[in-house]
């Protein structure tokens, strides 16, 4: 059995690992293989940018970006590098690489190699799974107190831990390069900067500010309420941000930063693919201790430790 301080670790190292989770997820069951692939529409898109064709010395910074949001809509997976770095009521900072899909069903892969949680160097930083069922940490402290290298958390235990339900987890869009791309359009100062190679690609880089409320009204009914949410939490009302677009106004990478009442969040998004398949195989039963919510100072019934 896991003590209540150390579940309470494990139910903070949850809400960051929850708050890294990504956008635009339906909750729609995943299969337990937890593997999928993009429609071969959505790979055409990404081929060719999913742009109008236009080139990029044609249009203004606000129909760039306005391109490039329309594309990023279309997308239905991604993969990236990421360093999201929070300060004030929650402290952490984390760094590794994210692969998300949202068709045929959701799904979310992480490894952060480094991952520090107020104040506090989490030694071989964490691999995280997130799909319909729950969430999947792998972290070398809280392996040694159960005795095998995955913790399950349920996802029906999911909002006694973090006070957010599973598809405000799956579907919180700070950090999806995808959705911050959809939300950047609502700029009204939005302007040409430069141009630099993002891993071998020309882009052209554009910089400017908006604000939170006219960013969510840029995005799908469906998603915007899960995403107000967290941001009201937050206290963020402006977003400060610097978008680096190729040729076919595809986002290669995102920058962004903004100060709430509660919290100061920046983020730095390196896109890596865009469309591909993504898939993992989940950790077997014998690899994998379920933590119910009486473990993670929720209010659940207790529960076996094994699954």
Known sequence: MISRVRGAQLGAIAITAGAI???????????NSAS????????????SGGSSGSSGASLTAAEAVKDAAQSAQKATSYAADVTVK????????????????TSPSPLAVADFSSVTVQGQ???????????????????????KQVGKPWIKIPASDLSKVTGA???????????DPLVQTQMLSSSTNVKKVGTATINGV?????????????GLAKLPAASRSKIAAQLKAQGLTTEHFTVW???????RKVISSAKGT???VSSTVTVTSVNQPVSVSLPPAAQTATVPASELGGSGSSGSTTS
Request: with cysteine.
């Open 21 to 31: 989770a990504v956008a635009g997820c339906s909750s729609s069951p995943s299969n």
């Open 36 to 47: 999928g692939k993009a429609s071969s529409s959505a790979s055409a898109s990404a081929s």
């Open 86 to 101: 929070t300060s004030g009521t929650a402290s952490s900072t984390i760094s590794g690489t994210l692969k998300q899909q």
């Open 121 to 143: 160097q989490v030694q071989g930083g964490m691999q995280e799974i997130l799909n319909s069922n729950g969430i999947w940490l792998k972290l070398s402290q809280l392996s």
């Open 165 to 175: 339900s599973f598809g405000q987890l799956l579907q919180n869009g700070s950090n």
């Open 202 to 214: 020309p882009t052209t880089e554009y910089t400017g500010t908006y604000p939170i409320t006219a």
């Open 245 to 251: 677009l190729d040729d076919q106004h595809q986002v």
């Open 262 to 264: 509660s919290e100061s």
